[in-house]
């Protein structure tokens, strides 16, 4: 990380990656079904019910991986075009569109001179 980081005003402090901050998603025996496992999201509701604490822990580990991508996302300006979007992190610079954009053909290539069997 680079020092001094105050050259940004008005950026939300929370999205900054900090492990702490990420809410939990966890895997508790289910007590609605015999022998099940519920996965619990960060605000106390039952996500799901699966019957083997395997599918559940998968689950989880899944939601949990969205929930540290989704805190370490800030609302950064586009490179090129300006326009503000969700960025997953230092790496992510372009909005959606402009990378899309970058990754089209802009017009069809001229073919290559290629050798005759
Ligand atoms: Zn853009």
Sequence with gaps: ????????????????GRPGKVRQWRVQASDRLDGCHDVIAPD???F???PTLNKAASIC????SEELRRARMVN?????????FDSEGAHNRMCN???KRGSDPVEPQRPYITRSP
Excluded at 76 to 84: A, I
Aim: overall charge positive; some cysteine; hydrophobic content about 20%.
């Design 97 to 99: 569109l402009c990378r």
């Design 61 to 64: 580990g899944t939601k949990q």
């Design 1 to 16: 990380m680079k020092p001094g980081s105050g050259r940004a005003p008005g950026r939300p402090k929370a999205a900054r």
């Design 76 to 84: 950064r300006p586009c490179l090129c075009c300006g326009t503000p």
């Design 44 to 46: 106390g509701s039952v």
């Design 48 to 50: 799901g019910t699966y």
